[in-house]
């Protein structure tokens, strides 16, 4: 009984509750977020030691699997995380529910944009010859 006091009047007179959706939203953003703290020590290391370096030692640095694969899991995370706190932006402060809803599809389609172009490079960094 304590539950239906603590909902709105709206609420409780057409019986909507919450989604639920809020929740894991909040724990993906949360996990990507634990996630980028030690990509992003490792990636500020490793451009801090080819600081200076040739394209040659790029190219080295990025045949050692590892180093492609944590540099895949960085942009991945990286927009993901992006993606889900500009979500929170767009359907917080963006109006009109025609404007959110192509502000939300143009943001999703950069960050897929994004993630493609930066594996590719990746890829194509880690396999030249």
């Known amino acids: 009984m304590a539950a239906a006091r603590m909902r709105s009047q709206l609420g409780r007179a057409i019986g909507l509750g919450s989604s639920k959706e809020g929740v894991e939203h909040w724990?993906?953003?949360?996990?990507?977020?634990?996630?980028?703290?030690?990509?992003t020590l490792w990636f500020v290391a490793m451009a801090v030691s080819l600081a200076g370096a040739d394209r040659q030692a790029l190219v080295a640095w990025m045949h050692n699997p590892m180093a492609a694969v944590l540099m895949v899991l960085l942009i991945v995370a990286t927009f993901y995380h992006t993606a889900l706190g500009l979500q929170v932006v767009i359907e917080d402060y963006v109006h009109g529910e025609a404007l959110k809803l192509a502000?939300?599809?143009?943001?999703?389609?950069?960050?897929?944009?994004?993630?493609?172009?930066?594996?590719?490079?990746?890829?194509?960094?880690a396999f030249a010859a």
Request: proline letters at 3%; aromatic letters at 6%.
């Open 103 to 125: 502000s939300l599809v143009a943001m999703r389609l950069l960050c897929i944009l994004f993630v493609l172009r930066g594996v590719l490079a990746v890829l194509k960094l």
């Open 27 to 39: 724990w993906r953003q949360r996990t990507t977020a634990a996630l980028l703290v030690p990509l």
